[in-house]
């Protein structure tokens, strides 16, 4: 652990007392072919330690993209981040140089992606990509290193660690890679991970393994994980707050028992309520009707309003403010009282 | 029984690999009746997708038996082969890659009349195209565009008009709306019940996401490992499952309201499934299985009706467990 | 039907008319400097080939000896060559016969690499073997060699000028690049649901390979074969400097620059130009190709 102090004390303005992560207002483009799509506009997110966030949405609403931000692995170009603040215990890492941000990344701040197979490296061994980053990063020797490879493996429950080490990730089942790329994000001991949609392309089977065990990792580490998905199962087992995005903004934010009880956005609620569900057949599902809006040409207002049941005019004119309504629960919407049924 | 639109006796599918073969298919029964849907679930390797592929024929079955009102396709040839083919129509996955970027919306649901010229209404091509279009809920005037001007979901309308454009009986439907959003999906599942009802369509509805199949379903069979290891409506697969198997996989799924937080019967399954191409002696869930006794590797368990199962399940020690259990 | 038509999508905002495959690439073309340099070069290599007399009056067979190696000047702005030629007119007329050795070859080439390709890749299984075998077997052929023994072989009568047999020859050794880039475009436009969607349907081989798998496995094959054209008529020009290719009456650059090649230290312009000119043309197409590549790559989208 003193090494990760030491590290600590190493970024300048650095404050253990500030919140963890607070993104402010944050705003990504990219300029295309088909002119400036406009993928973040004025994202707002904080993350306790130990608390899970999920950033829910449909794919286009932002989530990956403000993800990419905060880890500052956006490609650059076509993406430009236009303004905005992520801050890390108080340090804006937009300002940081690369090479702290590159410190940032692997120590702090650690991401895992859907697509294990493509985020490891085919022609390395699992314990040598591994190991890798202990030499790099921590200076430790080569066989301390592989020791805390194969002690990482089992911490991420991959059976017989000490012999799988050395076999190549085209050799790990999915769920298995999955645990691997894990193991790799926790390697340094982040304080924040940040899971972009981790268990989209796994059997449900194997989604509940990798989900449980997230969600064990994340207690023993006292870790901030925010969770990036679309689905809306995975968010109600395992989120403590949620942030709804549509069209590159939060819509709504909420604590999970409060969002699903009682949506207070009229788009989480159209949302909730399109979904088939396990737990009873149900007759027909309510549609959004409509598309998403292409993110070149959001619409003016409220961007759900051509979507929306309760749309009236002010919706087409007017940006709805953020209402807070409750303690932690803020939603933008213009007709919350209605959509709440108050 | 003469509302049993399709029907597979025996159906085999294996392919060859470098040692032995892969058993994707391993002797499936099933049937299908008039107006119907059968969902078939099960997670990836378990030979669903291979079972869609033999029924609409892009695969030839190494064994068995698969009967379109009664014919058998595979004892079947020449042109009566082609028009017993027509009665069973498949909708694609993946909308992006089932149409072909090279040609026109009225082109790619106008093929099939091309290719089955005796299937051509009287009133013309150009206006059966128009009528299917106006059908699945798209703009009648838009035949000259392109499939990459059209949405996920569009584009996944325009695939099910291709597969209507031959006045099918029976659509197979591989994993329709899994690669479209949230939103989307409610869209697409509505108007393929909508079809049902209005046509009569029997559907075959294949998918990974057992909401969706709960909520479109009939009937339910569950696969793995080539075999279909528990049947029936979907109130007894759903609430009453007797295969431990089934009850693992219902107990995974995650259900979005966070009040059944851990006051669900959460069953973790330990390992990943086996290889088909060298599947476990006996039962084949028995690797994975809390409940397995040493019987179940030499004796292979029989789909069938049980003591303590009211519905066919094949498991020697089927009994019902509340997974899905409400407040 | 009104719970249906209440699912209805509005159209996606993507401006207006149908745009094909073809003209999303032409659209991206459009904004690319190397294709319009490229373009522009193409087009006035192909004019001089069709209409010489727009760029000069000269004749290039009016040749005086007089005039052996005179300098630029008096309506010839290259100068003349060891025969008293006017340089900038053979050079112009050498378009024409470059050209067309590069387009026809190119053409032979095209065809037998798209059948082969096309069958191969579609059929796979035995007809893959036995045709990619060939590809492999023509590939060994060392070019040059077999070039001149098959351009000899052909050119036999002395009244010819050699075009015929180096169009042949060219077309016949080439293939094999343009083969080998459709067998593998085929075997992955194969793969795609879409053909099998059409073969659910009951599509026959044929009309899946020319309505399903060749448009869509096209376009790599274009880029290889404007590629080609430049490398044919580099090719033309090097069989004729080793006295194998054209010949008698006809002009070329490759026949100009072998005719200056040993006067090279007295009078370098009649080497020099037409080895511009060919350079240039050769680039040209490569980088035609190259910029129609990055076009139709949807990658790069």
């Given at each position: 652990?003193?090494?990760?102090?030491?590290?600590?004390?190493?970024?300048?303005?650095?404050?253990?007392?500030?919140?963890?992560?607070?993104?402010?207002?944050?705003?990504?483009?990219?300029?295309?072919?088909?002119?400036?799509?406009?993928?973040?506009?004025?994202?707002?997110?904080?993350?306790?330690?130990?608390?899970?966030?999920?950033?829910?949405?449909?794919?286009?609403?932002?989530?990956?993209?403000?993800?990419?931000?905060?880890?500052?692995?956006?490609?650059?170009?076509?993406?430009?981040?236009?303004?905005?603040?992520?801050?890390?215990?108080?340090?804006?890492?937009?300002?940081?140089?690369?090479?702290?941000?590159?410190?940032?990344?692997?120590?702090?701040?650690?991401?895992?992606?859907?697509?294990?197979?493509?985020?490891?490296?085919?022609?390395?061994?699992?314990?040598?990509?591994?190991?890798?980053?202990?030499?790099?990063?921590?200076?430790?020797?080569?066989?301390?290193?592989?020791?805390?490879?194969?002690?990482?493996?089992?911490?991420?429950?991959?059976?017989?660690?000490?012999?799988?080490?050395?076999?190549?990730?085209?050799?790990?089942?999915?769920?298995?890679?999955?645990?691997?790329?894990?193991?790799?994000?926790?390697?340094?001991?982040?304080?924040?991970?940040?899971?972009?949609?981790?268990?989209?392309?796994?059997?449900?089977?194997?989604?509940?393994?990798?989900?449980?065990?997230?969600?064990?990792?994340?207690?023993?580490?006292?870790?901030?994980?925010?969770?990036?998905?679309?689905?809306?199962?995975?968010?109600?087992?395992?989120?403590?707050?949620?942030?709804?995005?549509?069209?590159?903004?939060?819509?709504?934010?909420?604590?999970?028992?409060?969002?699903?009880?009682?949506?207070?956005?009229?788009?989480?609620?159209?949302?909730?309520?399109?979904?088939?569900?396990?737990?009873?057949?149900?007759?027909?599902?309510n549609v959004i009707r409509g598309l998403p809006p292409a993110l070149t040409d959001i619409p003016t207002g409220c961007a759900f309003h051509p979507r929306c049941a309760y749309a009236r005019e002010i919706c087409r004119l007017e940006p709805p403010p953020a209402y807070q309504i409750a303690p932690h629960r803020v939603t933008s919407c213009h007709f919350v009282r209605e959509v709440l049924g108050v | 029984m003469s509302d049993v639109v399709l029907e597979t006796r025996g159906l085999v599918k294996h392919f060859k690999a470098r040692k032995g073969a892969v058993r994707a298919v391993d002797g499936v029964d099933l049937q299908l009746r008039r107006g119907e849907t059968l969902g078939i679930v099960g997670e990836s390797g378990c030979g669903k997708s291979t079972l869609a592929k033999l029924l609409v024929g892009l695969e030839k079955p190494t064994q068995g038996e698969i009967r379109v009102r009664g014919e058998d396709l595979t004892r079947l040839g020449g042109a009566a082969l082609r028009r017993s083919r027509r009665n069973i129509q498949m909708v694609l996955q993946d909308p992006y890659t089932s149409l072909n970027p090279r040609m026109t919306v009225g082109d790619i649901i106008g093929e099939p009349y091309d290719i089955h010229r005796d299937a051509v209404p009287q009133y013309g091509k150009a206006r059966a195209v128009q009528e299917l279009l106006d059908i699945v809920g798209l703009n009648p005037d838009h035949i000259n565009r392109y499939p990459h001007q059209f949405s996920g979901g569009q584009r996944q309308r325009i695939g099910i008009a291709r597969a209507l454009a031959l006045r099918p009986e029976i659509i197979v439907c591989d994993e329709p709306v899994s690669a479209l959003d949230v939103s989307i999906q409610a869209q697409v599942i509505n108007l393929l019940e909508g079809l049902q009802r209005e046509l009569g369509l029997a559907y075959v509805f294949i998918a990974h996401d057992l909401s969706v199949v709960r909520h479109i379903s009939d009937r339910v069979a569950v696969m793995y490992l080539g075999k279909i290891v528990e049947t029936g409506n979907h109130a007894a697969i759903y609430e009453q499952p007797t295969h431990p198997y089934t009850q693992a996989l219902l107990s995974a799924v995650p259900v979005p309201d966070p009040r059944l937080r851990g006051r669900r019967d959460h069953i973790m399954l330990e390992g990943d499934v086996p290889s088909p191409a060298d599947p476990p002696s006996g039962c084949r869930f028995r690797t994975r299985c809390w409940k397995a006794q040493p019987g179940c590797a030499d004796h292979e368990p029989l789909l069938e009706i049980r003591q303590r199962s009211s519905h066919p399940s094949a498991c020697h020690y089927a009994e019902v467990r509340h997974v899905m259990r409400r407040f | 039907?009104?719970?249906?038509?209440?699912?209805?999508?509005?159209?996606?905002?993507?401006?207006?008319?149908?745009?094909?495959?073809?003209?999303?690439?032409?659209?991206?073309?459009?904004?690319?400097?190397?294709?319009?340099?490229?373009?522009?070069?193409?087009?006035?290599?192909?004019?001089?080939?069709?209409?010489?007399?727009?760029?000069?009056?000269?004749?290039?067979?009016?040749?005086?000896?007089?005039?052996?190696?005179?300098?630029?000047?008096?309506?010839?702005?290259?100068?003349?060559?060891?025969?008293?030629?006017?340089?900038?007119?053979?050079?112009?007329?050498?378009?024409?016969?470059?050209?067309?050795?590069?387009?026809?070859?190119?053409?032979?080439?095209?065809?037998?690499?798209?059948?082969?390709?096309?069958?191969?890749?579609?059929?796979?299984?035995?007809?893959?073997?036995?045709?990619?075998?060939?590809?492999?077997?023509?590939?060994?052929?060392?070019?040059?060699?077999?070039?001149?023994?098959?351009?000899?072989?052909?050119?036999?009568?002395?009244?010819?000028?050699?075009?015929?047999?180096?169009?042949?020859?060219?077309?016949?050794?080439?293939?094999?690049?343009?083969?080998?880039?459709?067998?593998?475009?085929?075997?992955?436009?194969?793969?795609?649901?879409?053909?099998?969607?059409?073969?659910?349907?009951?599509?026959?081989?044929?009309?899946?390979?020319?309505?399903?798998?060749?448009p869509n496995a096209v376009s790599p094959f274009i880029v290889v074969l404007t590629v080609l054209l430049g490398v044919n008529i580099a090719g033309e020009a090097t069989l004729s400097y080793l006295g194998v290719g054209l010949k008698g009456d006809a002009v070329s650059w490759g026949l100009a620059i072998a005719e200056a090649g040993p006067f090279a230290r007295t009078a370098a312009a009649p080497l020099v130009w037409p080895s511009v000119f060919l350079a240039a043309t050769v680039l040209a197409f490569i980088m035609l190709g190259d910029a129609i590549r990055d076009a139709f790559d949807p990658k790069l989208r």
């Open positions: 652990m003193n090494e990760i102090t030491a590290h600590v004390d190493a970024l300048p303005g650095l404050d253990p007392r500030a919140p963890l992560l607070h993104v402010e207002d944050l705003h990504v483009e990219f300029r295309t072919r088909d002119g400036v799509a406009r993928a973040v506009n004025g994202v707002n997110l904080w993350l306790n330690p130990g608390e899970t966030l999920a950033v829910l949405g449909e794919s286009g609403c932002g989530k990956s993209v403000t993800a990419q931000a905060i880890m500052g692995i956006l490609d650059t170009p076509p993406g430009h981040v236009t303004g905005g603040r992520v801050l890390y215990r108080g340090v804006d890492l937009l300002r940081l140089p690369e090479s702290e941000r590159r410190k940032v990344r692997a120590n702090r701040i650690a991401m895992i992606f859907q697509d294990a197979l493509s985020a490891l490296n085919p022609v390395y061994t699992v314990g040598f990509q591994l190991a890798e980053l202990f030499r790099v990063h921590r200076g430790t020797s080569r066989r301390e290193a592989k020791r805390r490879a194969i002690e990482l493996l089992d911490q991420v429950r991959i059976p017989d660690a000490r012999r799988r080490v050395d076999d190549y990730p085209h050799e790990f089942s999915g769920g298995m890679r999955q645990r691997v790329m894990i193991a790799m994000a926790l390697a340094l001991d982040p304080e924040v991970l940040i899971a972009d949609e981790p268990t989209t392309a796994l059997d449900v089977t194997v989604q509940a393994q990798i989900m449980s065990l997230l969600a064990d990792l994340q207690r023993e580490r006292n870790m901030g994980l925010m969770l990036i998905t679309h689905d809306m199962g995975v968010v109600a087992d395992v989120a403590d707050r949620i942030a709804v995005m549509y069209a590159g903004k939060v819509v709504e934010e909420a604590p999970v028992y409060d969002i699903y009880a009682h949506p207070a956005h009229a788009y989480t609620k159209a949302l909730l309520e399109s979904i088939p569900r396990l737990d009873h057949k149900g007759q027909a599902l | - | 039907m009104s719970d249906r038509n209440a699912t209805v999508e509005a159209p996606k905002p993507t401006g207006g008319k149908p745009r094909s495959l073809a003209g999303d690439a032409w659209l991206d073309l459009r904004t690319r400097k190397i294709f319009w340099i490229a373009a522009v070069l193409v087009v006035v290599v192909l004019l001089m080939a069709a209409w010489p007399s727009l760029f000069t009056s000269a004749d290039p067979k009016d040749c005086l000896l007089a005039r052996k190696n005179a300098g630029a000047g008096g309506g010839a702005p290259f100068g003349y060559d060891f025969q008293g030629c006017d340089v900038y007119a053979k050079t112009v007329y050498g378009a024409r016969d470059s050209i067309l050795v590069g387009v026809a070859a190119t053409l032979i080439a095209g065809v037998i690499g798209l059948v082969v390709g096309l069958l191969a890749g579609y059929f796979g299984r035995w007809v893959d073997a036995v045709l990619s075998r060939f590809v492999d077997i023509v590939l060994a052929i060392p070019f040059i060699l077999g070039a001149i023994v098959l351009a000899r072989r052909l050119s036999s009568d002395p009244e010819s000028n050699g075009v015929f047999a180096v169009i042949v020859t060219l077309g016949v050794l080439g293939w094999t690049t343009a083969a080998r880039v459709m067998r593998s475009a085929v075997i992955s436009a194969k793969n795609q649901d879409y053909v099998a969607a059409a073969r659910m349907l009951g599509a026959s081989p044929a009309r899946l390979m020319l309505r399903h798998i060749l």
